[in-house]
């Protein structure tokens, strides 16, 4: 039996089998020619929204004393974060104390001495300048056990505030009684006292200080001191100097025990604890802004100059695999030089890329978390 064939219908099926590929495939070329087209016009990059973090490391080695933050709380700047044990500068107060006594008797002693000179010699020239010079050392010595005494204090003082704030919080919450969140803001309170008035004195000092100088230099420009007098006090004069810089040197170092935040922010990490020793220079904790203020994206070489400082482009919150979200900002400074890319940000994890990195300033109307990806759109 002779079969027909339907040349005209097999020529339509069979075409419209085999174009379906053809189709497909000049629609993918037409559509990489258009976002060849699209990346012509507008360049893409992807970044990282930066927040600003400043590492709290000790000025000098020691033990944690307290730490009065916790993890992700937050913090204002100027806050204590941390202290460090003060046991060193207050033996080293008190050798300091216990040489001034020393130098009050040598200045006794040195003074029935150069009495004893004059008198013998009796001449009222010499008695008046030994008087005027044995004043000037006696109120500067006054005045140096003064300064001791207060750093003592104020190293106390600024514990027990520390202290009196933590109480306080447990109290809040009920964790103390009243009365030993009371007994800690007395005892904060009575050494405030006892600092004002030890203050007071030392400004009196101060003067009766400066006053007896006056005195003795108005006399030796009429009456030079002699000879014997220098020579007999110069010694005291240079233990006096010693413990003056000493007691400097003291002040600077309590002041680098207490380590406060420089910025308004959150506790993001700690990383020592009350009782470890740290060394200088070693992180104790960070604290890390509330939101982040620029993002960093990262160009390539034929990318790098469409992002001159002062252009503007426009930023994408980038989840789940599409921008989310857009704004407009502008670039604040672009690298003279390449660096390497973070990790996340590497096609291949195995490969490491570089790029040259573009500071964006972040807009206040988008919403947007520290370490998320952000998409950069900008003309070219």
């Excluded at 050798?95 to 006594?101: D, I, K, R």
């Excluded at 104020?154 to 447990?170: S, V």
């Excluded at 940000?345 to 990195?357: C, F, I, V």
Aim: glycine fraction near 6%; aromatic fraction near 6%; include cysteine.
């Amino acid at each position: 039996m002779v079969h027909e064939t339907k040349w005209r219908s097999y020529g339509f099926g069979h075409w419209r089998r085999h174009s379906v590929p053809v189709v497909v495939w000049m629609a993918a070329v037409a559509a990489t020619v258009w976002l060849i087209a699209q990346r012509a016009e507008r360049v893409e990059l992807l970044g990282i929204a930066q927040t600003e973090q400043r590492q709290i490391a000790a000025h000098t080695s020691g033990r944690l004393a307290m730490i009065p933050v916790r993890l992700l709380e937050s913090v204002r700047a100027g806050q204590t974060l941390a202290v460090l044990e003060d046991e060193q500068v207050r033996a080293a107060l008190a050798t300091v104390t216990a040489e001034l006594t020393r130098l009050r008797s040598e200045i006794a002693a040195t003074e029935n001495r150069l009495g004893a000179e004059a008198a013998a010699q009796q001449t009222q020239q010499k008695t008046e300048s030994r008087r005027f010079a044995i004043d000037v050392e006696s109120a500067r010595l006054r005045e140096l056990e003064l300064r001791a005494s207060l750093e003592a204090d104020r190293i106390r003082l600024e514990f027990l505030e520390l202290q009196a704030t933590l109480m306080e919080g447990l109290y809040q919450k009920r964790a103390v009684s009243e009365y030993n969140f009371r007994l800690a803001e007395a005892e904060c309170a009575t050494l405030r006292k006892q600092i004002d008035e030890r203050t007071k004195v030392l400004a009196q000092a101060e003067r009766a200080h400066a006053t007896a100088r006056e005195r003795q230099e108005d006399f030796s420009r009429t009456y030079p001191a002699p000879s014997s007098v220098d020579v007999a006090l110069e010694p005291l004069r240079a233990g006096l100097s010693v413990q003056e810089h000493r007691i400097a040197e003291l002040s600077l170092e309590r002041s680098l025990l207490v380590l406060s935040s420089p910025i308004d922010g959150v506790v993001a990490e700690l990383r020592r604890g009350v009782g470890e020793v740290v060394l200088t220079g070693e992180p104790i904790l960070i604290v890390s802004a509330p939101e982040p203020s620029e993002v960093i994206a990262f160009a390539m070489r034929d990318q790098i100059d469409a992002f001159p400082a002062g252009e503007p482009v426009a930023l994408g919150v980038w989840r789940e695999g599409h921008v989310q979200k857009t704004a407009t900002a502008y670039v604040t400074a672009a690298g003279p030089a390449a660096m390497q890319l973070p990790q996340r940000l590497w096609l291949n994890q195995a490969a490491p890329e570089w790029g040259w990195p573009v500071r964006i300033s972040l807009p206040s109307g988008l919403r947007i978390r520290g370490g998320e990806l952000v998409a950069v759109r900008g003309a070219q």
